[in-house]
């Protein structure tokens, strides 16, 4: 084990027996002391004295250490790992993996392609490319102040990263009052001796929560929020600590023939007592009987105010079938990892329990979200048609179904109709007040998509108080990198400042945190030539980072050093080019001046071309900005002042408009124009209005 030693026979014996049932997922305390020939007191009590650990711990080390040998020596997929080393749950193996080590598996995987110095280009490097490229569009957009191409925005990582308490800038008596009817479902335990009933209770959790959330009273820890505790020794008072609430549900089940045994229990974690603690015993005909009981007695006995129509939810049955609901649920249970073939086999769940019950809502909703997960990142959209039409189904079924709408916002994101999409997911949060996957997809398309930093913040704000999962260094880190880079999009630059200081804090490592801090910085300090050498820092860190290679070349520009932009702009051309990728055609027109400055004419007209036909198609509140500069660089000086009046009327645009405004070397020339000063102040003056508008409503909120 990397952080013990084994130079004792009992420990290596020991040692031995586990790695000689690796895979073996149910292979646990109680095995290894029979296969030591032990009492299972006698192991603990030895395992506890030489190592420090628990014996699930010493297990599950061994198990996480084998995972990195794996990641060095073979071609395994991270999920194909996890089951070599006995984790059933991939989601669930990332997450020790995370907090064993520091970082997650696919950063150890990195680090060693990175030692093999595999070219940009080659098709080794093309998913870690795409995977960089789509976390920089989604954690760092603040560099783009026009709409983007990457789509990736509902991805697990995203929820991984938005996932802490804005509690850590409020102040105790607001954590109090929040705290009042807050509540965590735990994950239930399987109290089956077959494992592979997991599923069935996972789906008991599940339902527990999800009717919970619908309540708009309730605050409800999102489910990946809690799934850290699944096999935690930590007390109940301690996780209610972690993640600020007021009460906590436990339960454990089984699913025995026609049978299902629940045993669940409230308890007060501020008094550490129990609320209830029932004792269940249904028939499967009536496990949706089993599950809205338990849901309303939860939430009246923590005095929860439930409206008629919260009731009727609560009171809604998901299928008539069991049968089909059990199936839904063997799908559901693949579908958390997210893995491509998990995914295939879920939908083929999800298509079972479709033909038991034509009309199931949910299944069609989680076949489309299946599918959507399956095109994620993807230029070429495979399964389009196929996620639209289940989409349809699910709000044929059940058109007040969050995840019906959820669905149908999926695949107008994935045809980049954002504007249709975001309709769906705001009544889909009125049906669910509590759905973390909502507030941090709207968070993330008013951040970029339909840009709007006004709600930006306010999405990312309450998706913080929904998930707060972040609990470990590197989740911590990410956390504060949103949030700092919310304030710093509408113009707050010191408390921006202070949030990424804190990411770099928790993990210095971070490879977005200096990104974001180099702008902060020269936000509130202006110096173009340091900003430029800290970011070419960045970049030769690690060269396969196109986002920073990209700021790299505007930097260059920026300070009309055209020779140097034109090396980093070229090579992203030979990579755009050999890769036939298309990140950011609102930076064309920058491409097209230094190409021309550069004397290669024909690549100028081409990316010339390029920016006209984005201007043409863009939809954003930018377009008036991007037109103007068109116009400039077009020598239609009047149209340029024209376009530029009427993005001075538009709301909630990003601080980096103002920040660059006038550092682009081509507005020199609109400069002399009689009416550039007067339009340039009223862009300014509409920024900061807005930006007093949203000082108002934090302070009002006493989030600032």
Known sequence: MSEHSFSNDFLSQAKARVLDEISNEQFGVSELAEAMRMSRSSLLRKIKKQTGLSASQFIRNLRLDKAKELLVTS???????????GFSNSSYFIKCYREYFGHPPGEARKQIDERSEVDVISNESDNELEDAQALQETSASFLSTHKNKIIGVLSALIIALISFYVGNTTGDSQKAAESQKSIAVLPFKNMSADSSNLYFVNGLMESALGKLQKIEDLRVISRTSVEKYRASSLSVADIAKDLNVKYIVEGSGQKQNNEVLLNIQLIDATTDTQLWTEQYKYKLDNVFELQNTVAKKIALAIKANITPNEFAILDKTPTESVEAYDLFLQGLELAQSRTTDHLIQAVEFFDKAIELDKEFAIAYAQKAISYYYLDQFKIQKKYIDKLNEAADKALLYDSKLDLSLIAKALYYISTLDFNLAIPHLEKALEYNPNSSSVVLILSDLYARAVPNTAKHLKYALKA?????????????????????????????VDEALEQIDKSLDYNPTNPYAPYLKNYIEYAKYGNLEKTTELMLKEWKRDTTRIDVLNEVAKLYYYQEDYKEAYHYYDIYNDIKTARGIDLYPHEYLKMAIVYKKMGEVETANVFYQEYATYCETDTSIYQSASLAVKHIYDGDYDQAIAQYKIFSNQSNFQYWMIVFLEKDPLIKALQSHPEYNKTIKSINEKFWEDHEDVKRMLIENNLL
């Open 75 to 85: 071609e395994l997929t991270v999920s194909e790992i996890s089951y070599e080393v």
């Open 464 to 492: 913080n108080q929904i998930n707060v999962e972040a609990n470990d260094s590197v989740s911590k880190s990410y956390a504060y990198l949103i949030l700092s880079n919310a304030l710093i999009q509408v113009g707050f």
